[in-house]
């Protein structure tokens, strides 16, 4: 079993930063792919973005590349999400999870096992 916590949600104006945090066991970064994905009221659970377990690279949908930025802390056990030039459309609740699958598979909200919690991140435009 392996425990995800989030933190750092909050409400900011359109155009804002927020950084999200993911904090979990020790071991967990080295054997799982962490994600981060969304849920915005009345829609689907949606892909954010993804760092790889081997060799730290990033991937991100397309809807937030050039803004959110993810990047991991070995030893404080965590992954953050930078999120920059927040757009009303951003609002959901924030998700990080955790995936063995295959690079090919991390845009499936499907192939997370584990999953934190959730933290409310609320745009206002």
């Known amino acids: 079993q392996v425990q995800l916590v989030e933190s750092g949600g909050g409400l900011v104006q359109a155009g804002g930063s927020l950084r999200l945090s993911c904090a979990a066991p020790?071991?967990?970064?080295?054997?799982?792919?962490i994600g981060w994905l969304r849920q915005a009221p009345g829609k689907d659970r949606e892909f954010v973005g993804v760092?790889?377990?081997?060799?730290?690279?990033?991937y991100y949908a397309d809807s937030v590349k050039g803004r959110f930025s993810i990047s991991r802390d070995r030893a404080a056990n965590r992954v953050y999400l930078q999120m920059d030039s927040l757009k009303a459309e951003d609002t959901a609740v924030y998700y990080c999870?955790?995936?063995?699958?295959?690079?090919?598979?991390?845009?499936?909200?499907?192939?997370?096992?584990?999953w934190g919690q959730g933290t409310q991140v609320t745009v206002s435009s």
């Open positions: 020790g071991p967990t970064f080295s054997d799982y792919d």
């Open positions: 999870a955790a995936t063995r699958a295959v690079l090919s598979e991390t845009r499936n909200v499907r192939a997370y096992n584990y």
């Open positions: 760092i790889r377990r081997s060799g730290g690279r990033t």
